[in-house]
């Protein structure tokens, strides 16, 4: 609950390693740890449990995943507070790499980064979101936006919902026509979490899921009128728009939005 850890490193768990115990991280530091060939610059919890509710982990160096931290064998992690910030991986989980369940009530993900994967978190079993959880600024090569990765099992929402402090933001991986982010919640809170990619945005459905849909539905239209385009006359599927012409600029009655257009 106090103290640093800092300026080491290991082949793996370059500031902690924990083996089939219990890690429970309060306050302190863990910075600047280097891990020179396996996983969790700053922690590793391989075989045990970890919990977080304070502290602060930042600035640590993995030569593979979770710069910050990294829990193997299918061991989870609590966090209800604390930061893990300023980290580095070569692959995946700048921030963190769990491979168990996450369960998130609190604290703070930011300003990480990887070589390869998701800059901030990459979880591995299910993840479980509430209360303030902040998830953003995480990056891929240190410019590509990549915070959180949601693959084929979305993210819950947690017993209390999100807090009205909470901002998560996601990049989807998996290969389905709805692409889910949070299971069904009775509130909705698309204005929690946000898109890496500004070409999508996170809504509430119908089922009352968190999915990720396109920023608008494009379609085309045909500018065909007076003759000026024969292609698009000859277009059994082209739709016809009236426009007015003066001095060679086409003025359209009302708002179109015009992708690609040539």
């Known amino acids: 609950y106090g103290g ?5 490193d290991a082949k793996s768990g370059g500031g902690v390693y924990i083996k089939a115990g219990t890690f429970k991280l309060g306050g302190g530091n863990i910075e600047g ?8 610059g700053g922690v590793r919890v391989e075989g045990g449990t970890m919990t977080m509710s304070g502290g602060k982990v930042s600035g640590n160096t993995s030569a593979t995943n979770g710069g910050g931290i990294y829990t193997a064998g299918g061991i989870g992690l609590t966090m209800s507070g604390g930061e893990i910030s300023g980290n580095t991986a070569a692959s995946n989980g700048g921030g963190m790499l769990v491979q168990g369940a996450l369960v998130m009530t609190g604290g703070t993900v930011s300003g990480n980064t990887t070589t390869e994967g998701p800059g901030g978190i990459f979880y591995g079993s299910t993840m479980t979101l509430s209360g303030n959880v902040k998830i953003y600024n995480n990056t891929l090569k240190g410019t590509t936006p990549f915070n959180l990765r949601v693959g084929s099992v979305p ?4 017993e209390g919902g999100m807090g009205a402090e909470a901002k998560v933001y996601i990049t989807y991986t998996y290969n389905a026509d709805t692409k889910l982010v949070a299971n069904a919640s009775d509130t909705d809170y698309s204005g929690t979490f946000f898109s890496d990619n500004e070409k999508y945005t996170v809504s509430y459905n119908e089922n009352k899921q968190l999915v990720l849909a396109t920023m608008y539905q494009s379609h085309r239209h045909c500018l065909c009128g007076d003759g000026q385009n024969e292609n698009c006359q000859q277009n059994s599927s082209c739709q016809k728009i009236s426009f007015y012409c003066s001095f060679q600029f ?6 179109f939005y015009l992708e690609n257009s040539k």
Not at 4 to 8: A, D, I, Y
Not at 155 to 158: F, K
């Open 4 to 8: 640093t850890v800092s300026g080491n």
């Open 33 to 40: 740890n280097t891990t020179t060939e396996g996983a969790g």
């Open 155 to 158: 993210v819950t929402i947690g």
């Open 250 to 255: 086409y003025y359209l009655p009302f708002f």
